[in-house]
């Protein structure tokens, strides 16, 4: 049965399209298929992670809107041939996408795929809405800073009532991947410990991935760390991410870190 994700966040910049990139191909590598959806209307950036910039002819916006088919559109991997690319568009507004458009072609990606992933823009705008409205689940991803986790926990709040799932009374399912996380700078205060993430957001951790100079450079490469090969502690941690996401039980290594400032300050809020 098909599965519908949603990798979304209140705050920009925290690593969505990479997340979403990583994840993707880690899933495809292990022989399902995979279409990873760009949903950033104006801002396309997907394309690039997986380095298929040159190759996009329709997109997301065409296929809604009937002008081009979904096999049309969709951009085979040249390198895991399970895994597909659905771009967005850099020309068009968020306004030309609609609910009822949206719907018909993730309906078309659910009878093709077995995972579907929605990248979502950044924030609680209609795009965002577009991304998660008919998901089955959701990753919310979030830097170990206090903006992020607050953005996050509004995102939370939309998922739980704004998805059409929601507004059916059913339960979406919402895991939290935590990047960019430095337990040297958590030890010392500067930013968050996942103890305070998770008790500040209160779901589910579906991995953490640690500061690494190599999701910057396979970004800009267009290869995934889950694609090149990468033996190194972000392309560990993306892989096993999406081992959790397909259901096994891996432990998560989450470096032990002291309480911080802002524990104290805002962690009672998730009691």
């Known amino acids: 049965m098909s599965t519908v994700i949603v990798v979304t966040s209140g705050k ?39 380095g298929a910039e040159r190759r996009v002819v329709y997109d997301l916006i065409n296929v809604a809107q009937g002008d081009a088919k979904l096999t049309q559109a969709l951009i085979r991997d040249k390198r895991v041939n399970t895994l597909h690319l659905l771009a ?23 009878d093709s795929f ?21 998901a089955d689940q959701a990753i919310v991803v979030t830097n170990p800073e206090i903006s992020s986790v607050r953005d996050s926990d509004r995102i ?39 103890a305070d993430v998770l008790e500040i957001l209160s779901i589910p951790l579906l991995g953490v991935i640690p500061e690494s100079e190599e999701v910057l450079r396979a970004s800009n490469l267009g290869s995934p760390v889950t694609i090149n090969g990468s033996a190194g502690p972000a392309g ?36």
């Open 12 to 50: 920009g910049g925290v690593g969505k399209t990479t997340s979403t990139a990583s994840i993707g191909a880690a899933l495809a590598q292990s022989g399902q298929r995979v279409c990873v959806v760009d949903f950033d209307v104006g801002l396309r950036n997907l394309d690039l992670v997986l």
């Open 88 to 110: 967005a568009s850099q020309t068009r507004d968020k306004d030309a996408l609609t609910y009822e458009g949206v719907e018909r072609v993730i309906r078309e990606l659910r």
């Open 114 to 134: 077995d995972w579907v992933l929605c990248d979502s823009p950044a924030g609680i705008e209609r795009g965002a809405l577009l991304a998660m409205r008919f």
């Open 156 to 194: 939370i709040g939309l998922l739980d009532s704004k998805t059409s799932r929601a507004e059916r009374g059913e339960r979406i399912d919402k895991q939290l991947l935590v990047t960019r996380f430095d337990s040297g700078r958590s030890n010392r205060g500067e930013m968050l410990s996942i």
């Open 236 to 271: 560990r941690a993306y892989r096993e991410a999406a081992r959790r996401l397909g259901g096994e039980i891996v432990p998560v290594a989450v470096p032990n870190g002291k309480k911080t400032f802002f524990n104290r300050l805002f962690g009672r809020r998730a009691a």
